[in-house]
């Protein structure tokens, strides 16, 4: 067994109010320079849709991750003998146009126009070429399920559901989805790359680029079936969520968990058996991913864990972030959160509280738990994304969610403690009290239980400066 420490995000989507409030801060910090004007290291897309860039969940398309080729875990993409012949023009790279052409406008026109009967208008203006443009696409083109009947039978995760049913007025649903790297354990982004740029943290598993050996050739970005590597046009460098490692070493969080608004986010430390990954990721069926993955996840309050992982080198002051960890609670000792699209077989660390909806038919008063079957946002659809379309641990994470409201409820309102909700879906009151407290009320150090770095050689102060973008020539 080997011990590794890796620090992790949950979303909960429940309270998600797509203000972009995440992606504003994330911009403007790390993407706000020539060559980088169409990344988002963070955006927020509305589900149903096609998403940023377009259709990048559909891995016939793009063929990004893994998968199992002769009972052997393979990249979708093919080894180094396809990557070798094909170096000079990557046939699986998203154009400019799935992501979308960055535009401005001729502000100038609206400050200089001299006097004029009619308000002067202006056309946006391609920030690539210089050239006026139409706008035909953006980074949230579908947001509030705008243009969902021309791009709702794009997305995948409609599988084994009529999507014609559900793009009808009655029956639409929505919800939005916040997207960032999942700095996954199984990375194949970095696997992908020929130079070897990019690389996975021993400390923390951020997976980052050295922008001195990147070359250029672009198949992480083919390679990442997030889509979440993105290239320079103006440096000819691979550029990435970085996960704020410069704030995660001070013990802070990420610029987008620091500023949502809807307190959504929640980032801790997960320990993880690293000699486990193989077997994860080469799982036989894509619906056995997720449990094997969560099997690698470690107890940190376990007393030979801690000597192991001491044993590893692990930092004592990493141990107790880890078994205060607002994420482990949340995905393995609950099992609330689940990971998106496990069935890439990268392990991604990123994980998403599923969203309750309104329900379409009221059961039996006795019988509320069939209510979950009778949300507005199917289960099928959930499944299809966050657990290659196994409902059961769908169903339990929502079953869970809705007994501890039907439970406050009681409490709050009729002034009696009801557990036998909680009892349908094994909670103890205990543990739903901590859960509501969690995802309610928690104040920011319970929601981001973040370690200091530990690094002494070399230190993190003698290398400011010499590991950031590589300037453009």
Known sequence: MKIKAQTAMVLNLDKCIGCHTCSIPCKNVWTNRKGAEYMWFNNVECK?????????????????GWHLKNAKL??????????GLNIFHNPDLPTIDDYYEPWSYDYDKLINSPKRRHQPSIRPRSQLTGDHIKLKWGPNWEDDLAGLSETG??????????VSLYLQFRNVFMFYLPRLCEHCLNPACVASCPSGALYKRDEDGIVLVDQERCRGWRYCVSGCPYKKVYFNWKTGRAEKCIFCYPRIEAGLTTLCAHTCVGRIRYVGIFLYDADRIPQAASAASPTDVYPAHLDMLLDPSDGEIRKAAAAEGIAHNVLEAAVRSPVFKLAKSWRLALPLHPEYRTLPMVWYIPPL?????????????????????????????????DETPVRMALKRLSAIRSHMRALRIEGKDNGSFLEDVGLSI????????????????????????????????MNQGCCGFAEST
């Open 48 to 64: 149903p849709g096609i998403g940023y860039p377009k259709k990048w969940e559909n891995q016939d398309i793009h063929r990004g």
């Open 430 to 461: 205990e543990q739903a009290e901590q859960i509501y407290r969690l995802l309610a009320l928690a104040p920011y150090a319970e929601r981001f239980v973040l370690p200091t770095a530990t690094r002494e050689e070399p230190s993190i102060h």
């Open 153 to 162: 039978g794009g997305d995948i995760n409609f599988q084994r559901l009529d």
């Open 74 to 83: 393979e990249l979708k993409a093919g080894g180094k003998l396809h990557k």
């Open 357 to 389: 909806s309104p329900i379409q038919a009221q059961a039996e008063p006795d019988r509320e738990m069939d209510l979950i079957d009778r949300l507005r946002i199917p289960i099928t659809y959930l499944a299809n994304m966050l657990t290659a379309g």
